[in-house]
């Protein structure tokens, strides 16, 4: 089956079921999709929507991801912020609005839609401030193994490395030949093992979280995904947040080959019945162990 670019927008999609508004799914596959036999098992390149910036400030970032402009801008404060995302093929435009104040050492983002308010967060991280994403992505993770060596395990039909010096567990580069500057998936036993190359994690890091979420949505699931990724923030700002990079400076993701409707913010979308990014899953309606 050939893989679209959902790298970023289910993810998106995904943390809004998960972070926003918890929803149930409503319906679930009567089994899982199967994977040709000749690619399962296999690196396979991918290609990636071209990421252009057009204006970077302090309080202004405006990007181009594939066929998306992302706007944004805030106030000097950082405590209110607009964002606008418009597919330059149909013109069509989403607007969010950012309202972030401090209680208690922590950061209360009010999250709007069209006006309408569809989320709050309290995060360690201000998600409309420039710089902040890379503080998040470079944040250890509490659950690096710090034992001698590595070891390689199978995980979903792929091998996977952990031990002294990895992140969070992943599939092996060694193993399938992989680079960090390369953009490619591995197909397992029942999930897509995605792996996002250093140079785009470096793009993403450089902008608000908020951006971040939109731009990686995007990647996952186009315009759909880039809208729904205006939540991310919620998640890369959390007090669970870990390192999403890996030793390598890159972003690994997983997602089921088996998508089923959900009800988000008052419309149906598909989601992956399983999905993860970096060392924690946001989303597991298979019940299946993580790696």
């Known amino acids: 089956m050939t893989k679209k670019l959902k790298i970023i927008a289910m993810f998106m999609a995904v943390l809004l079921a998960s972070i926003a508004f918890v929803p149930a799914v409503t319906a679930q596959a009567d089994g899982l999709s199967s994977v040709s036999s000749d690619q399962k098992g296999k690196k396979i390149i991918e290609k990636t929507p071209e990421f252009k910036e057009i204006e970077f400030t302090d309080t202004t970032t405006i990007v181009q991801v594939g066929d998306m402009l992302i706007s944004f801008e805030s106030n ?27 209680e208690a050492g922590k950061y209360k983002t009010d999250v709007y839609i069209e006006g309408k308010l569809v989320n709050t967060v309290t ?101 759909v995904g880039g809208v729904a990724g205006g939540l991310l923030a919620a998640m890369l700002t959390s007090q669970t947040s870990e390192a999403l990079l890996d030793e390598q400076d890159c972003i690994w993701y997983w997602e089921s080959d088996t998508w089923a409707p959900v009800y988000l913010a008052g419309m149906w979308r598909t989601v992956p019945l399983y999905f993860r990014v970096s060392s924690y899953t946001l989303w597991n309606s298979l019940d299946i162990s993580n790696p």
């Open 123 to 223: 995060s360690e991280y201000n998600p409309i401030k420039p710089g902040e994403t890379s503080k998040i992505l470079e944040k250890p993770s509490s659950q690096t193994n710090l034992s001698r060596g590595t070891t390689l395990y199978d995980w979903d039909g792929v091998t996977f490395i952990k031990g002294s010096g990895i992140k969070y567990n992943h599939p092996d580069y060694t193993t399938y030949d992989a680079y960090d500057y390369e953009a490619f998936y591995i197909d397992g036993d029942v999930l897509t093992h995605h792996h996002i190359n250093k140079y785009d994690s470096a793009a993403i890091a450089q902008c608000a979280p908020i951006v971040a979420g939109a731009t990686i949505g995007y990647y996952v699931g186009n315009i």
């Open 76 to 102: 000097s404060n950082y405590t209110e912020a607009k964002m606008e995302l418009k597919n330059l093929t149909t013109n069509e435009v989403t607007t969010f609005n950012y309202e972030v104040s401090q």
